[in-house]
């Protein structure tokens, strides 16, 4: 199987349009709008088509720290490959009203030693909710019409090609499809900061504000969800 990329650094330099001086700037140094922290009631794949959940905070394979990700498995996925016979199978929703603020596109596997395995391109996507409030999707197969009509690539050629962004979505919009393969989901909240972390300089700067997902999800949603 693949693994995710990391997202820029909060303080890596990005093309974002300049802001004004009433603008707030966020995680990711784009500029932002609102703090509001979010109870979500609309998950990216629709409960019933998921088989299972692989919870947050597992170190396995190239993971050398615990995820601060959840892995979102489909009905019908029988491997832990991205590659799909029917890459629109499940409708993948943006999970609140917000911004997408990043896409990138994986061409090949983040680590060299997956390279030598079959393969699909497949999409990172980043949401801001508020200036404090992202959830991230890794693994998507396509994106809609709107969002691909909506931004270009600065580069191309690259195998890891990267577009800062700003299109409007709203709760439950589809945004993208999948296959029957593991996605992942993840939930950042800047006003909780994990004191745990001894040297947060020595990962990405935003997994300090990765939450429990289940804890920001409405009470019908996340008993749905536990089961799983």
């Known amino acids: 199987a693949t693994r995710e990329t990391t997202l820029p650094r909060s303080d890596t330099k990005q093309s974002w349009p300049t802001p004004q001086?009433?603008?707030?700037?966020?995680?990711?140094?784009?500029?932002?709008?609102?703090?509001a922290t979010l109870t979500l009631d609309t998950f990216p794949l629709d409960p019933k088509y998921i088989e299972l959940i692989t919870p947050m905070g597992r170190v396995q394979?190239?993971?050398?720290?615990?995820?601060?990700?959840?892995?979102?498995?489909?009905?019908?996925?029988?491997?832990?490959?991205?590659?799909?016979?029917?890459?629109r199978k499940y409708e993948v929703k943006a999970p609140a009203d917000g911004y997408i603020i990043t896409i990138e596109l994986f061409k090949e596997p983040v680590e060299a030693q997956y390279r030598n395995q079959e393969y699909r391109d497949n999409y990172l996507v980043l949401f801001e909710h508020s200036c404090t409030f992202y959830t991230r999707l890794i693994h998507i197969d396509t994106l809609s019409e709107r969002v691909l009509s909506s931004f270009s690539f600065k580069d191309q050629a690259s195998q890891h090609p990267y577009a800062s962004t700003r299109i409007p979505v709203t709760k439950g919009e589809v945004i993208g499809t999948i296959g029957s393969h593991s996605f992942d989901f993840q939930i950042m909240d800047t006003n909780v900061k994990d004191k745990n972390i001894i040297n947060p300089r020595n990962i990405d700067s935003f997994s300090v504000y990765a939450v429990d997902t289940f804890k920001y999800l409405t009470g019908p949603l996340r008993a749905e969800l536990l089961k799983k």
């Open 61 to 87: 394979d190239s993971h050398v720290t615990p995820t601060d990700h959840q892995y979102i498995i489909p009905v019908g996925t029988e491997s832990g490959s991205l590659v799909t016979n029917n890459p």
């Open 21 to 35: 001086r009433s603008q707030q700037i966020g995680l990711f140094g784009q500029p932002c709008e609102g703090a």
